[in-house]
């Protein structure tokens, strides 16, 4: 007979839950997996989820939850450390199991009253989302919160902890203004390979790096680009490509490699340059592709597979053969 501990409460510390016990009985051999979930991933998550300490979210006093999608990763967990899969596995698996716990199993308290600067920060950052792919002066956002350019400045700052030009130069926002059509898109592969593809979702220009140098094929298209956004998880790849900006140009590190990233001074200083660099990832980025792709009907293209077949899509993707993008489904 097993002891087994539930979550604590809200508060944590000595009001935990009670005790229970785990029985199990039978002649044949068994084998369980015990997944520890650490503290500091916990809080991660549910500040990514919630905006909050993982303290507030109140847990069901069950000791146990008939749960496919628990059982499904947990049992795929227990085949895989028997199989010797590499850390890197199990802790993906955690940040997903902790993601579904909140958003499945856990509850948070009511939210408090909406504040009237909220309300107007909000109005703001509607204003914002709508007209992104517009010239947004400083005294037009602040008319569409009421408010003066002073004062607004002020709430803006306090509510997100950001001033306006910095929240309006985000990554996100600027991949908004590409996939909203209103710019000429070049794309950048190591390969034809995708070419075809790549014109069929809009892209005027293809750029084949094992056939030329990207920065010169940019700097060749209307005198570069004003924007690139790396979305390869190489660091070289992206600094190959930063001479091709044109004056005032960015570059948007989304994807990236352990390697350092060394820098054209000289280019850079002339032609005004900039770097930029986004962790993209998590569950708020996660809401805001969706609502996005479903507003613009972009719809992705993958290909369903079991969480037993994981680690034959992971070495598929080690070697460059594994096609489409990949994802995990429960039945």
Known sequence: ????RLPPGPGGGDRARPAGHLRWSGEDRFLTTH???SAGLLETTAADLHGSSAAQVAWPHALAIDDPVLAAVIGGLGDSALAGAEPVYAETAAAYLLAHLLTRHGSLPAPWPVRGEDVRVRRAISFINDNHHLPLPLNDIAAAANLSPFDFLRVFKLATGQTPHRFLNRPEVLVKIITCG??????ISRSNRRETAAREMGAERFVATDDSDPAEALRAWDGG???I??????TSAAAATLTGLAPDGTLVLCGYGSEPLSLPTESMALNRLHVMA????????TRDTLAFSTAHGILPEFTPIGLRDANAVLDAMAKGDSGKRSVITFD
């Open 1 to 4: 007979m097993e002891p087994c």
């Open 35 to 37: 997944v520890f979930l």
């Open 182 to 187: 209103v710019c000429r898109v070049a794309v």
């Open 225 to 227: 680009a004003d924007l």
């Open 229 to 234: 956004l790396n979305a390869s998880p190489s």
């Open 278 to 285: 986004n962790p993209s990832g998590s569950p708020h980025d």
